[in-house]
């Protein structure tokens, strides 16, 4: 049974629906992306999502075609009439169809396209195992911090990565660590102090990330926004990445090299069992 789509004021099953070859998020890649966790039904730290969604559509002009408060409403409304218990919303808006040219068209009204994917979170085996990372260089352009739906670069690294023999790809400029193909990236210091890099047009926002830091700062984990290097990510005693999709999940070697003893640690274990609770309670 095909799932059901939201598509320009439409619900109609997803295999239905259909944009024009002139949408502009088809020829440039001109649109943004967000995503939201539902867990037991419910939606995870969803106003955190909506409003880097609504940042990124303000960063590059891109109008919403109704009110974030309607967008909600068809989340909950995409999530009931498919019936997920676990998984994710996607939503995407592109500057709509019209003739191809660069510059902005006048008087085009935005596509607006959300869809849900079932998807097992809290029982993942990569949560128990943990997930092989491999380090490449970052080749995507200078506004990471919009969450931009022109993501080849992210393609190509993850094929990488996957090819490999890898789950993820950890992106690296000048010898630093930016952050994930679609992730945040950890590490923990044998002092046990919680280390990721800071916020900056070079890594997205993430919005695990943000519940992360406060949440780790509640249980008296000391926490360091700053860049760390692919040598310091091999000498740490624990790496993990989060995600909407993912929550928190450990990595246990990057490049074939073993992180710590080489299984999921104890802090990376604890930060989980605690965002878990989070996600539960955002409701």
Same mark, same amino acid.
């Given at each position: 049974?095909?799932?059901?789509?939201? @598509?320009?004021?439409?619900?109609?099953?997803?295999?239905?629906?259909?944009?024009?070859?002139?949408?502009?998020?088809?020829?440039?890649?001109?649109?943004?992306?967000?995503?939201s966790?539902?867990?037991?039904?419910?939606?995870?730290?969803? $106003?955190?999502?909506?409003? !880097?969604?609504?940042?990124? @559509? *303000?960063? #590059?002009?891109?109008?919403?075609?109704?009110?974030?408060?309607?967008?909600?409403?068809?989340?909950?409304?995409?999530?009931?009439?498919? *019936?997920?218990?676990?998984?994710?919303?996607?939503?995407?808006?592109?500057?709509?169809?019209?003739?191809?040219?660069?510059?902005?068209?006048?008087?085009? =009204?935005?596509?607006?396209?959300?869809?849900?994917q079932?998807?097992?979170?809290?029982?993942?085996?990569?949560?128990?195992? *943990?997930? =092989?990372?491999?380090?490449?260089?970052?080749?995507?352009?200078?506004?990471?911090?919009?969450?931009?739906?022109?993501?080849?670069? $992210?393609?190509?690294?993850?094929?990488?990565?996957?090819?490999?023999?890898?789950?993820?790809?950890?992106?690296?400029?000048?010898?630093?660590?930016?952050e994930?193909?679609?992730?945040?990236?950890?590490?923990?210091? =044998?002092?046990?102090?919680?280390?990721?890099?800071?916020?900056?047009?070079?890594? @997205?926002?993430?919005?695990?990330?943000?519940? #992360?830091? &406060?949440l780790?700062?509640?249980?008296?984990?000391?926490?360091?926004? !700053?860049?760390?290097?692919?040598?310091?990510?091999?000498?740490?005693?624990?790496?993990?990445?989060?995600? &909407?999709?993912?929550?928190?999940?450990p990595?246990?070697?990057?490049?074939?090299? &073993? #992180?710590?003893?080489?299984?999921?640690?104890?802090?990376?274990?604890?930060?989980?069992?605690?965002?878990?609770?989070?996600? !539960?309670?955002?409701?």
């Amino acid at each position: 049974m095909t799932s059901i789509a939201y @598509l320009n004021g439409e619900y109609l099953p997803l295999d239905e629906a259909r944009v024009s070859v002139l949408d502009r998020g088809f020829l440039f890649a001109d649109g943004i992306y967000e995503v939201s966790a539902v867990l037991d039904g419910h939606l995870v730290d969803n $106003q955190s999502h909506l409003a !880097r969604f609504e940042r990124s @559509l *303000g960063e #590059i002009f891109l109008p919403l075609p109704a009110p974030m408060s309607r967008v909600e409403e068809i989340e909950k409304e995409l999530i009931t009439r498919n *019936g997920v218990k676990e998984g994710v919303v996607y939503m995407q808006v592109t500057r709509g169809v019209a003739p191809r040219d660069f510059h902005f068209p006048e008087n085009v =009204k935005p596509t607006l396209l959300m869809f849900t994917q079932a998807k097992t979170i809290i029982d993942s085996p990569t949560a128990k195992s *943990g997930i =092989k990372a491999k380090t490449l260089e970052d080749i995507r352009w200078a506004r990471r911090d919009i969450k931009s739906i022109a993501l080849l670069a $992210q393609v190509l690294a993850k094929q990488a990565a996957h090819e490999a023999g890898c789950q993820e790809a950890w992106m690296v400029e000048d010898g630093f660590v930016t952050e994930g193909g679609s992730s945040s990236v950890f590490i923990i210091t =044998k002092n046990n102090v919680l280390v990721t890099r800071p916020n900056s047009h070079a890594l @997205l926002p993430g919005c695990t990330r943000k519940a #992360i830091l &406060a949440l780790a700062a509640e249980k008296n984990i000391r926490v360091e926004e !700053r860049p760390f290097t692919v040598a310091e990510a091999l000498d740490a005693a624990e790496a993990f990445f989060t995600s &909407a999709s993912a929550f928190v999940t450990p990595v246990v070697t990057i490049d074939d090299q &073993a #992180i710590g003893d080489g299984t999921p640690g104890p802090t990376t274990k604890r930060l989980r069992e605690i965002y878990i609770d989070f996600a !539960r309670a955002s409701r």
